[in-house]
């Protein structure tokens, strides 16, 4: 076989394999850019390869992406420590009928508590059902201590998961119903759609104006919004897209003129328990807005 078709046909078993390469490596990693930076490094290392060697492609690549995930997550831990301001994974918006797994917001943040190794088997075997003898291979440790890992990962993570699933219908109509009433300012309306101890988490990075601390409680969010509906107002707050964030009910939005910016509400019981908005520049240059209008 010639090099040009050798590489064909390692482009031809990589290419099918490439979307799921990267939810491993986003739900690892809570970035869009450098997940792809990860596959498209496993890519590289595919042809370099001795692929007649290699009975499973998508066991090789797996171990492969999940190893340079692994010593990823070591140097953005760091980077986090000195984040400023809470540090929100970067945003994936889809159409409401599109399918999506079960990884959302919530529980994206609280795999942040874990363990590299932690995250890594849970994410593995829990999302998209890697047993856990290859999980075994993929980071060196017995199969029983990958179980013992996932334990404890699951408990970690136990709170994060919803007690039910809110229909995206009805979900979306939330949404509709926040967004309207925020830009408005109309404290009724705002008092009606949140929960006692609703919370805002606000992610601006430093790179946009945006509160440094979360805002809990009702009556403070309240404030925080009909403060901010003149601001709206004034600078003609523009709807993109309804659809959901991170899985969660949510919309896109343009802010002062020209600031991208997503919106992603935590329901529970039909009241708003927890407001995410995006502002961070960086953390949106991959979304299509030709798609999004």
């Not at 809570?30 to 066991?59: N, Y």
């Not at 090789?60 to 997550?73: A, G, P, Y």
């Not at 999980?135 to 998961?161: D, E, F, H, M």
Request: glycine letters at 6%.
């Amino acid at each position: 076989m010639t090099a040009a078709a050798e590489g064909e046909d390692a482009i031809a078993v990589f290419n099918p394999l490439r979307p799921r390469l990267t939810r491993v490596a986003y739900r690892m990693l809570g970035s869009v850019a450098e997940a792809e930076d990860i596959v498209q490094e496993a890519f590289l290392r595919w042809l370099d390869a001795d692929r007649d060697a290699v009975r499973e492609p998508t066991a090789f690549l797996h171990r492969i992406v999940t190893r340079l995930c692994l010593d990823q997550l070591k140097s953005a831990r760091r980077r986090r420590e000195t984040y400023i301001g809470p540090w929100l994974p970067e945003p994936i918006v889809v159409a409401p009928e599109e399918e999506v797994d079960d990884v959302t917001l919530p529980l994206m943040l609280a795999l942040e508590r874990l363990s590299p190794l932690e995250r890594a088997v849970f994410v593995l075997h829990d999302v998209f059902g890697v047993d856990f003898e290859e999980i075994a291979t993929t980071i060196g440790r017995k199969p029983a201590a990958c179980r013992q890992l996932a334990s404890r990962a699951r408990t970690n993570v136990r709170s994060a998961r919803p007690r039910y699933v809110l229909p995206p219908e009805h979900g979306l109509q939330i949404a509709s119903a926040f967004f309207t009433a925020s830009r408005s300012g109309n404290v009724e309306e705002l008092q009606a759609l949140l929960a006692d101890d609703a919370t805002v988490y606000t992610d601006g990075g430093g790179k946009a104006v945006a509160p440094r601390k979360p805002v809990i409680g009702r009556d403070k969010v309240t404030k925080l919004f009909a403060a901010l509906a003149p601001i709206f107002s004034a600078h003609m707050s523009r709807l993109l897209h309804y659809g959901l964030v991170n899985g969660l009910p949510g919309f896109v939005s343009i802010e002062e003129g020209s600031w991208l910016q997503t919106t992603a509400l935590q329901i529970d019981g039909g009241r708003i328990t927890a407001i995410y908005v995006t502002r961070n520049p960086e953390k949106l240059a991959h979304l299509e807005l030709n798609a999004l209008h």
